[in-house]
């Protein structure tokens, strides 16, 4: 596919952002949707909906085709190497619920140990706290340095022979680090564990390839890659997903029923039960062609940069504490900061009134905030958080920026 020079002209391919008088700095939630992507989901429901998998007629056949064309295209995506590694969900939420419940539960044992890292967002935690109450298990903390690192031979301590798992996110939402992925997944397959990868923040940022990564699972949302919501991917070794029960169960998981006996379908159908959203699939395709049309090292460059300029405008702000650390490498396309004096909501809606969107609160991800605040000796719950897109300008940091320099003074100070 030929690259097209990525400038501000992109910002035209976004209808709410071409039309709204905003700065959408809140991508790290969710980003905004490209007409391609819109009109690739109208497409579908105008002229080819219909129920996938189970019908000969037309209408059907097209659906499926649809179907598994997005699915190989996710495939092609992040490097999986069969398309039936390939699951459809509904979010990151809900595939790591599925690994959690349909292969934690099958190989945890009383004693064994999880260990997750304490950056994780909720998602790459509860599941886990949850296998681990109801199967005797242990959830062992992976703590960050101060600046957002990790530190290897603080995981090569933790794992041991009752290492059965290590969750671990490529990229923090909060502090934007990319995590040495590789390097741990290294470890923990040397000690007989998998890697449940939470890759939510970097398939939108980053080239990911999960061969290379060694990822035993990988999960994202298309909805923070500019796809519809409710659409989103769960990647499985193939020989892992083969030996897994079904998460849910009902139409299309299974291959024959009988009073006695159900014999379940194979992948990746075992685990996309009932009528599949196919729109959502179709759209998450489009939104890869999207990103594919303008190439991650053009991404990456834009980001990065935008990245830098907020963080060096912090650095002349002795007010402003940058949640991991004051280097600007070590945030790729994610600011999480503090005023001091100013509670992260009252920022928010200061930038809110000017137009300006960000992020207040735990982002999900409340004991990391707490781990760092005790590493800082205060007590941190919350912080406000810029995140960049695609789209996202120069102009646009300036005005966030001008904002941010102007809170402390509007608050009496």
């Known amino acids: 596919m030929e690259i097209i020079r ?32 819109i009109e690739a989901v109208e497409e579908y ?6 129920n996938p998998l189970r019908g000969i007629y037309e209408l059907s056949v097209e659906a499926t085709d649809a179907y598994e064309e997005s699915r190989q295209a996710v495939a092609d995506y ?46 790459n935690f509860l599941p886990w706290q949850r296998a681990a109450d109801a199967k005797g298990a242990r959830v062992v ?30 990229i923090s939402n909060v502090i934007g680090r990319i995590n040495d992925i590789k390097a741990m997944t290294d470890l923990v397959h040397e000690a007989g564990g998998v890697a449940v990868i939470d890759g939510a923040q970097a398939v939108a940022h980053i080239g990911v390839d999960v061969k290379e990564l060694g990822a035993d699972f990988y999960a994202f949302s298309g909805h923070k890659m500019y796809a519809p919501m409710g659409i989103g991917v769960l990647y499985g070794r193939k020989e892992l997903l083969d030996k897994m029960p079904p998460f849910l169960y009902g139409g299309e998981m299974i291959e024959t029923v009988t009073k006695e006996r159900t014999v379940y379908a194979e992948l990746p159908h075992k685990f996309e039960a009932g009528t599949v959203n196919v729109g959502g699939a179709v759209g998450l395709k489009a939104a890869i062609e999207f990103i594919d049309r303008y190439g991650f090292e053009q991404i990456v460059a834009r980001e990065n940069a935008l990245t830098a300029k ?48 960000v992020r207040a609160g735990h982002h999900c991800a409340e004991p990391l905030h707490r781990y760092l605040g005790e590493l800082a000796g205060t007590r941190v719950n919350s912080s406000t958080r810029l995140s960049v897109g695609i789209y ?20 009496g100070y």
Do not use: W
């Open 392 to 411: 996202n300008t120069e102009a646009e940091i300036d005005r966030f920026l001008d904002v941010l320099s102007g809170i402390r003074s509007r608050m």
């Open 78 to 123: 992040i490097g999986a190497g069969d398309a039936s590694e390939i699951i459809f969900t509904r979010n990151a939420s809900e595939s790591i619920n599925l690994v959690a419940y349909s292969y934690g539960m099958s190989v945890l044992n009383e004693g064994d140990e999880i260990i997750v890292s304490t950056a994780e967002h909720h998602s």
């Open 45 to 50: 429901y105008r002229r080819h909906n219909a």
């Open 310 to 357: 907020v963080v060096n405008a912090m650095n002349d702000m002795p007010y402003v504490k940058i949640i991991g650390g004051r280097k600007a490498c070590n945030h790729h396309g994610i600011v999480a900061f503090r005023i001091e004096g100013v509670h992260p909501h009252d920022v928010a809606q200061i930038f809110a009134d000017a137009g300006v969107c």
């Open 6 to 37: 990525l400038d501000d002209s992109v910002r035209d391919e976004f209808p709410l952002i071409k039309e709204a008088d905003i700065a959408y700095l809140d991508n790290g939630a969710t980003t905004q949707k490209p007409e391609c992507v």
């Open 141 to 170: 903390f992976f703590d960050p340095e101060e600046d957002g690192s990790f530190d290897l031979n603080k995981l090569k301590d933790l794992i041991s022979e009752k290492t059965r798992i290590l969750a671990m996110t490529q």
